[in-house]
């Protein structure tokens, strides 16, 4: 050994010790993405709040942010307005029916032509069919609704108070812990 190399080391009496070897290796600290999800709204609009920060613990189902989306409220006013196609369909179909009725007494009473009853028939299809087309949006308004998240109870709610409002709550998916926050409010 050098003068240099003797002068660093050190003499001490043997002992027993815990060795903890070291190892240097390159490496990359990820999530785990089985475990973990990203959400995204399925909505355009504006944050207004946002409900948790980076690090909290949430359960699945718990809101996330709210936010102002005009999707809902467009799809909610054309729920509104196919219930109201409906119940127009629903009061020109008992018309129509009426009407083919009496016209049909009319004849068997030879009060009316055969041409009366048969322009009271086709009507009456005709709005048999109306009526068919009105349910047919109905059923499609509701299923938008469902699609952008909406609960059969709340399109029903709808439906009964007539209220449309745009502003939703995106939950969490799965329960979890919050590891970024790339949205916040006025975004």
Same mark, same amino acid.
């Given at each position: 050994l050098s003068d240099g190399e003797m002068r660093a080391l050190r003499i001490e009496p043997v002992l027993l010790r815990d060795f903890r070897p070291e190892r240097v290796a390159e490496g990359r600290i990820a999530f785990n993405d089985d475990r973990s999800t990203p959400v995204l709204s399925p909505y355009t609009g504006r944050v207004l709040r946002a409900f948790v920060r980076v690090g909290d613990t949430v359960t699945a189902g718990q809101p996330l942010f709210e936010i102002e989306t005009p999707d809902v409220t467009s799809a909610a006013n054309d729920l509104l307005s196919a219930v109201e196609n409906v119940q127009k369909a629903r009061v020109a179909l008992d018309q129509a029916r009426r009407e083919e009725a009496r016209q049909a007494s009319l004849l068997s009473a030879r009060a009316a032509s055969q041409r009366d009853v048969e322009q009271a028939r086709a009507a009456a299809r005709a709005a048999e069919a109306d009526d068919r087309s009105s349910q047919a949006q109905l059923s499609a308004a509701r299923d938008k609704l469902r699609v952008l998240g909406r609960s059969p109870? #709340? %399109?029903e709610e709808i439906e009964r108070t007539r209220q449309v409002s745009g502003i939703i709550n995106v939950t969490a998916p %799965?329960? +979890?812990?919050?590891? #970024?926050?790339?949205? +916040?409010? +006025? #975004?």
């Open positions: 109870e #709340q %399109i %799965i329960a +979890g812990t919050v590891t #970024q926050r790339r949205v +916040g409010p +006025g #975004q």
